[in-house]
Nanobody, 118 residues
């Protein structure tokens, strides 16, 4: 079992930057990939980005490509989401999740709120 704790959320103005962090603990040796998801009020949770635990093959939803960057420091069991050129539509609770080589993402953290507003 892997435990995840997100942090780094807050209020940011449109066009600003924010870096989210996700601390992983427990059986991280079982982790194959890690992802960020987000859920805006009244909407379903959506995929934002993921990356292999090795740091390879980052992937993004089209709406954040060129603005967000996911990275992993597996020596520290940390995952990051650098958010640049933020937009009001990026407002959501952001969650990190992990998965094994086979299976869906799970082991959700408690989330961190990101609000993009002037």
């Amino acid at each position: 079992q892997v435990q995840l704790v997100e942090s780094g959320g807050g209020l940011v103005q449109p066009g600003g930057s924010l870096r989210l962090s996700c601390a992983a603990s427990g059986n991280t040796r079982s982790v194959f990939a890690v992802a960020w998801f987000r859920q805006a009020p009244g909407k379903q949770r959506e995929f934002v980005a993921d990356i292999r635990w090795s740091g390879a093959r980052p992937d993004y939803v089209d709406s954040v490509k060129g603005r967000f960057a996911i990275s992993v420091d597996n020596a520290k069991n940390m995952v990051y989401l650098q958010m640049n050129n933020t937009k009001p539509e990026d407002t959501a609770v952001y969650y990190c999740a992990v998965r094994r080589q086979i299976g869906a993402y799970g082991s959700w953290g408690q989330g961190t709120q990101v609000t993009v507003s002037s």
